[in-house]
């Protein structure tokens, strides 16, 4: 009787096209009537095509396809971004987008992974040539743009709220430049003894630039814990590591990959990450927070890189 009263095609129209007027209506030339709102902008729509085509061919040849398959993702999780929330990173400031694109980033940790050696790539060109150079220069690129999708994505998700109003934590101005001394000295001496103190990595930074951004009057996350707003933690720890968990989805086989030597933690391992180096994604999630907001304060675009939290 149920299946009788069943409209097929009224529930699949309900699922592709949405009701709401958060996202701008589909206007192309020629055509006096808008197209109807979809279930994904056409950004969503094309990361799900370039997924779709990258990650098969990931696994088949030696060719590296991690640039179009992340920039799929980040173009997916815009599109989920936008669909949720009637904004995205790439809607607010397509600038500050493509600055997270140039930003350099991660080639300082294969600087330091020079020293701990902590992972290396295989079924890669030993010839570090421009062509080289240039293929993981745009792998890297993909970094802190996903990071800051899946982030806000997440905080547009409602158990969100729960963490901002909590216990403030306020930091003198003493205590504040003792935290970036002692992230100088982290640094240096995860540098000098690499094989114990290698988890530094990815909380060194975030203990030198976020107490920068805070006395600079940026962004940052020391203000915001002062207020008891620990939002903007969960978000990026989070985002972090769902990234991270997509990182080592997508490199375990794959043709181009790494793989992970890490000392005393090498034990239980998911994909080729072991199961404690899942935690440091969750400071280097508010790790590469501070350091972008530390870069787009030295171009007085502060304003326009905040990550909305709803």
């Not at 806000?152 to 930091?171: A, Q």
């Not at 991270?244 to 005393?264: C, T």
Request: hydrophobic share 50%.
């Amino acid at each position: 009787m149920v299946l009788s009263n069943f409209d097929v095609k009224a529930s699949l129209h309900g699922l592709v096209f949405i009701r709401d007027n958060r996202l701008p209506v589909r206007r192309i030339p020629l055509r006096e009537r808008p197209l109807q709102r979809y279930f994904l902008p056409y950004r969503g729509l094309l990361g799900l095509i370039l997924i779709g085509i990258a990650w098969p061919l990931s696994q088949q040849t030696s060719q590296n396809l991690f640039f179009p398959l992340w920039l799929g993702f980040i173009f997916l999780m815009d599109g989920v971004v936008l669909r949720r929330t009637g904004s995205s990173p790439m809607v607010r400031s397509p600038k500050v987008m493509l600055l997270m694109f140039a930003l350099p980033y991660w080639w300082v940790f294969e600087g330091i992974n020079g020293i701990t050696q902590n992972w290396v790539y295989v079924a890669t060109e030993s010839d570090r040539g421009l062509i080289s150079y240039v293929e993981a220069t745009l792998s890297y690129s993909t970094v802190i743009p996903a990071i800051f999708e899946v982030s806000e994505l997440i905080g547009s998700l409602g158990f969100v709220k729960k963490f901002s109003k909590l216990r403030t934590l306020i930091l003198s101005k003493k205590q504040v430049v003792f935290t970036i001394i002692f992230g100088v000295v982290s640094l240096g001496a995860m540098l000098i003894w690499p094989t114990y103190l290698f988890p530094l990595t990815w909380l060194s930074f975030f203990l030198i630039f976020d107490p920068l951004n805070h006395l600079a009057g940026r962004p940052s996350i020391i203000s915001q814990v002062s207020r008891g707003d620990y939002r903007v933690v969960i978000t990026f720890a989070l985002g972090a590591l769902v990234c991270g968990f997509f990182w080592e989805m997508w490199n375990r086989d794959a043709s181009v990959a790494w793989e992970y030597s890490i000392g005393y933690l090498d034990f239980a391992r998911i994909f080729e990450m072991p199961l404690l180096g899942y935690a440091g994604y969750l400071p280097f999630g508010l790790e590469t927070y501070a350091v972008f907001h530390f870069t787009v304060g030295l171009l007085g675009w502060s304003s326009e890189s905040n990550v909305p939290v709803r």
